[in-house]
């Protein structure tokens, strides 16, 4: 499932090239069947909130209209310059002008919204790093609960745009232990946390690519960090850690893969 990063990377390409521009919108699939509502429309502007996407047409009917997509695990769009290929597999939502098309194909959701249940939206939604918002709210509900930590950072409520990669990698940057319940978890590293994903998140934002690990830490020290040493834990169940030289473990928990080192992050 892609996480904030690639949403928010999405957001911006797609406010850059359709923004304030009559768009052609259609679903060659048919299963948006408000496509005729959108083309021929201005797209206002595009925001990302977590794992969302809302595409802001203004007023239609006297009612303020938002596409919203939730990619799911499944998601995910192509774009490109004319001229626009054929409609081809699964494909949910085309968006095209002269210049530019997108297609999207997978997506958990993709309908049409008004104001109202986008707001409901943003208030079911915690703090997204990404943003730039202050993290009192996720910091207020983490102390509250008895949930281990690991759980807590997937909860979307408490942290907007954190998947299972980011999850694993703050806790161990942070050298916490995922199974620590929330409630026993320091406010300052919890602080230290969500500005640790202030910093790391905006950079997978350029090249799609997460990297987490520290040039120091990592086997080879110099030059641009390979792909088997973009992570601490995520997907290296069995390695050494990179810190300590113990076998990295995982578990289910959630129904998602959850990593860890048992030496850095002990309970």
Same mark, same amino acid.
């Given at each position: ?122 208030? *079911? #939604?915690? @703090? ?6 202050? !993290?009192?709210?996720? =910091? +207020?509900? %983490? ?31 942070? *050298? #916490?232990? @995922? ?6 978890? !320091?406010?300052?590293? =919890? +602080?230290? %946390? ?74």
């Amino acid at each position: 499932m892609p996480e904030g990063n690639e949403l928010h990377r999405w957001a911006n390409l797609h406010n850059e090239v359709f923004a304030g521009k009559k768009v052609r919108v259609d679903s060659p699939q048919g299963r948006f069947t408000d496509a005729p509502l959108l083309d021929g429309r201005t797209l206002v502007k595009v925001t990302a909130v977590g794992k969302h996407l809302g595409y802001d047409f203004g007023k239609i009917e006297g009612e303020q209209r938002i596409l919203h997509v939730h990619m799911g695990l499944y998601g995910d769009f192509s774009e490109g310059h004319p001229p626009m290929p054929e409609p081809r597999g699964a494909l949910r939502l085309r968006i095209w002008t002269k210049t530019d098309w997108l297609e999207l194909r997978g997506p958990t959701d993709c309908s049409l919204w008004n104001a109202e249940k986008w707001q409901t939206l943003l208030d *079911r #939604l915690g @703090p997204d790093p990404l943003n730039h918002d202050k !993290p009192g709210p996720m =910091l +207020e509900r %983490i102390a509250t609960r008895k949930t281990d930590i690991g759980q807590l950072l997937m909860d979307q409520s408490i942290l907007a745009g954190v998947g299972n990669i980011y999850r694993a990698e703050l806790l161990f940057r942070a *050298r #916490l232990s @995922p199974f620590k319940p929330g409630n026993e978890v !320091p406010q300052k590293t =919890l +602080e230290a %946390i969500y500005k640790d994903a202030v910093k790391l998140m905006p950079d997978a934002m350029v090249d799609r690519r997460i990297v987490t690990t520290k040039a120091k830490d990592r086997p080879h020290k110099t030059g641009e960090a390979l792909n088997e040493e973009a992570h601490y834990v995520y997907r290296r169940t069995g390695r050494p850690c990179f810190i300590c030289g113990t076998a990295i473990k995982t578990k289910i928990v959630a129904s998602r893969n959850l990593f860890w080192c048992p030496t850095c992050q002990a309970e």
